[in-house]
Every structure is written in structure tokens, then in C-alpha cells.
């Protein structure tokens, strides 16, 4: 074996977070609320084992907030995103090549890492994490990165484990596989799972018995892929440079019921701006901007209607000025008065590279201009946040926002919210 890839995962992720700047919070039930407070979308162990499942309804565990039972706090994604980068800072101590999975998980590539003592390593990493960043995390090793997943789910199930599991003996690698559930193995759905399950095909150790010809007739050359992976086959390569998004959306409910164009067309631009700017961040730009918006489908006392609008621009663009313009045509033709919104959305795709971008003869814009301009507009973003500086039909007032009514502080991007410790 020549392969061999670590899979860091850190633990009730969200949960965490808030805990590193409130350790009282230890040992205490933990939720974190989706956007508008409306439901669970994070629990730490203990909230787990009270039975309160994700995607519950907040209103249904007010009271246990409300008594001091649970704690819950709104979405910070602020904080999230500073506390995965500090993570996966970390974590780039150990090895030259990894790859960021998602906020919380990362693979760390260890191919030239079969000389050393792996347990040792790893533990080295998961006390390192801790040590520089307060965060919990699990380890899994193994050939493959699928493996790898599989045997960081181990290593959270297991109390011999503790957090940690290399799998490179082909004994323990089998008995991994026979003790793991179809369902819970990486990249197979709910659908091949159940597929799979009528053919009584139970476990990951009875997928990789399955001929390949059979799999990929059923399952796709991704699902080949899979097989091979568990089979110890490294198949799936690290992506160190994430690709760029062929489509992006920023989207949110509103804090309220809203039935004012202008409160819609301050969220609906705000919404293009955003995603300009995570275009400018992957060096691309757009060629076609969607706006929706929506009612609430739930109120069965208010009329319902949904409308969207796209418009294919003059030049593929990343200017916040352009894109809210746009954005802003797009939503005057499909308002309509008289109805309550709930929720209003931008989408931008026909992505391309900015270096790429096709001209038009008759084009006014200066873009040179914007581009200068977006640059400042990004420097004043990164040095003082978000808004600081926006296009005037974004608004001020924002009373449309979401409702964050248990929102902790942003600890570690904003001076005023740094903690204080005072010596005796």
C-alpha cells in the first residue's frame, strides 16, 4: 500500500464552537438553530441523548430552553467559518497536502507517513487541535479516503477508540467493513441503500463482494469507484484547490412577514452583492441572474405565490452594481402587491472564468472601474465585515433580516465581542 489518508472530523461541530468561548457550556445540552430560530440543525451529545432529533421544530423545545435545561444559540456562521479556519490551519502543520471537505472535516494526506507510528501521529494531531484551538476532533486512517470515512465513523462510535482509529491491517480493514451498515457507508444514499437492501446486501463487507461489472451496470462508474476504495483501491484523489461553483445562491427567509417592495428589494440586493462577492472570491463571473420569491406555503391563511425571473446580462459580470441592478429589474417584474413574502432569493449561473470573459462591442460599463472598485469594496469587507460599505438599494434599516435571538457574540472577528479576562 502506498496510499494513505487521514480523515479529521471535529466533533458536534457547531456545538463546539460555542463551547470553546463558554465552558460552562461543558456537559450541558447544546442546540444550534437553523436560520430564523426555526429548528435544530446541531446538537451536542448530551442534547442527543435528552432525544431531541435534528430538524425539531425550536417551538417545540421552548420550554426546555426557557426552564435552563437546554441551551440553545442562533446560527453564527460567522464564527463557525474563523473556527474551521483555524482548524484546518492547524491540521496544515501535518502534512503538505490535504483537502477541506466541508467546515468540519478535512482529509490530510499521510501516503509517505507508513514508516512512522500512525497512532502516535494521529494522536499528535487530535492534541494538537485541542491544544491550539479548543476544539474536539476524530481521527480515522486508512488507505482510501472512503475507508478513511469509515473508520472515523469507528472512531466516534467506539470507547476503545477513543476518537482515533488507523485501519491498514487487512484483518481489522474486514472486520470494520462487516460491522458497518450499508447506510452508513460514504456516498451510498437512501435510495441504493434500500436498492441494495432488497438483495440483501447489509453491510460494506457485503458490498465488496459484489462483482464490478454488477456495481457499475447498477450503480454507475461512482459507485465502481466506491467499491474499489473499500476494497483498498485509492480511487478518489484529493481535491487541494476546491473547483469553482457553476452555480451560486444566496438566499434567506425573512425575519418577518414582509409585504413592502422596498423591504424585498433591500434583501433581494443584498443578495446579489453577496453572491458577487463570492464570485470576485473564486475569479469568476455571470452571465445570468434568477431572483424568486416566495409566500409562506405553510399559512394557510395567506394567498400563496411564487414567481421567478431571469435575466441573461450584457456582459458576464462580479460588480455588486451591476448585479443588484439587474437583480432589482428582475424582482420588478415579478412583485406583486397584496401578498405577505416570506422569502426572496438571488441565483447567478453561466459561470465562467473572469479572465475569460466575452466583450461586447457596444458595451458602456467601465470595467476597469469596477474592478478597481470591487477590490476596495472587498479590502473594507475583510478589514471591518460585512456592509460596511454596500450599494444604496441594499438600505440601511434591514428590518427584513432573520430573527437571531439567541446569536452568540462573534468572539473572534469583531473587537467590541473579544473577551476580557481582568487579573486580581
Known sequence: MTSLYALCDCNNFYASCERVFDPALNGKPVVVLSNNDGCVIARSSEAKELGIPMGQPFFQIRNLVESGQVRAFSSNYTLYGDMSNRVMQTLAQFTPNLEVYSIDECFLDLGDFYSIDLQAYAWEIKNTVWRWTGMPVSLGVAPTKALAKLSNKLAKKSGKANGVLVLTDPNHIRKALEITKIDDVWGIGGQYAAFLKKRNILTAYDFTNLSESWVKQHMTIVGLRLLKEL???????????????????????????????????????????????????????????????????????????????????????????????????????????GYFYKKSGVMVTEIVPENQVQLDL???????????????????????????????????????????????????????????????
Not at 409566500?295 to 452594481?321: E, G, H
Not at 469594496?377 to 439567541?406: C, H, M, P
Open 362 to 424: 457596444l458595451d458602456i460599463v467601465d470595467r476597469e472601474k469596477h474592478s478597481k472598485l470591487m477590490e476596495v469594496i472587498d479590502e473594507l469587507t475583510d478589514r471591518f465585515g460585512r456592509s460596511k460599505v454596500r450599494v444604496a438599494t441594499q438600505g440601511t434599516d434591514n428590518s427584513w433580516q432573520l430573527n437571531s435571538n439567541y446569536k452568540s457574540p462573534c468572539y473572534t472577528t469583531k473587537i467590541k465581542d473579544l473577551q476580557q479576562v481582568w487579573m486580581a
Open 231 to 337: 476494497r483498498g483501491e485509492a480511487c478518489l484523489e484529493l481535491e487541494e484547490v476546491a473547483p469553482p461553483k457553476k452555480g451560486i445562491c444566496t438566499s434567506r427567509s425573512f425575519g418577518k412577514r414582509v409585504n413592502s417592495f422596498n423591504d424585498i428589494q433591500e434583501a433581494t440586493a443584498t443578495y446579489a452583492a453577496r453572491c458577487a462577492r463570492k464570485l470576485r472570491r473564486q475569479k469568476s463571473c455571470a452571465r445570468l441572474v434568477t431572483v424568486f420569491v416566495t409566500t409562506n406555503q405553510f399559512s394557510a391563511n395567506d394567498r400563496q405565490y411564487y414567481n421567478s425571473k431571469t435575466i441573461c446580462m450584457p456582459v458576464a459580470t462580479n460588480s455588486d452594481l451591476e448585479l443588484t441592478y439587474y437583480a432589482n429589474i428582475a424582482l420588478k417584474a415579478i412583485y406583486r402587491d
